[in-house]
């Protein structure tokens, strides 16, 4: 009777975890249970669940280095002026070179780079005519500088 016990208690919560589990793309759970019994009629049911949320990606990192946060600001700014989308993902990542694409490149001047004392800088693109200021961000990585992040504001 303990056995049966243990096994539909295994069951159920076998049950439950399948079909109670989140079902919000990009998440995978995994869950595994473990049953034993000891020669006295006695048992154990030990369940563990874990759950990682996973982004599938087919994008490559970027490649480019630069020896400065502000060299790295200024090929950014420059593939994106010269409308060299390749040139950009290879400093960049895809979601900053799509932000910074769907923007009009004209009139932008580079101004404020903080230093980049801790590993990360932060510069500036400014539009004066169309009222635009875009925070670039870049990191220091073992090979050098690449772009991290953007940051777009109006007004």
Not at 82 to 109: C, H, M, Q, S, T
Not at 126 to 137: D, K
Request: proline share 3%; net charge negative.
């Amino acid at each position: 009777m303990a056995r049966f016990a243990a096994a539909a208690a295994a069951l159920a919560l076998g049950l439950v975890a399948a079909c109670g589990g989140d079902d919000s793309a990009g998440t995978t759970t995994t869950t595994t249970s473990t049953s034993s019994t000891s020669s006295s009629t006695t048992a154990s049911t030990e369940a563990a669940t874990t759950s990682e949320s996973t982004t599938p990606t087919t994008e490559a990192a970027p490649t480019a280095f630069r020896d400065s946060a502000a060299g790295a600001v200024q090929e950014l700014k420059e593939a994106w002026q010269g409308g060299d989308r390749n040139r950009a993902l290879a400093i960049a990542p895809v979601g900053v070179v799509d932000e910074l694409f769907a923007l009009d490149p004209g009139g932008y001047e580079t101004y404020g780079c903080d230093t980049g004392e801790f590993e990360t800088s932060t510069c500036n693109y400014r539009s004066r005519s169309q009222g635009i200021q875009i925070a670039v961000t870049a990191r220091r990585t073992e090979p050098g500088w690449q772009i991290e992040s953007i940051h777009v504001s109006q007004g």
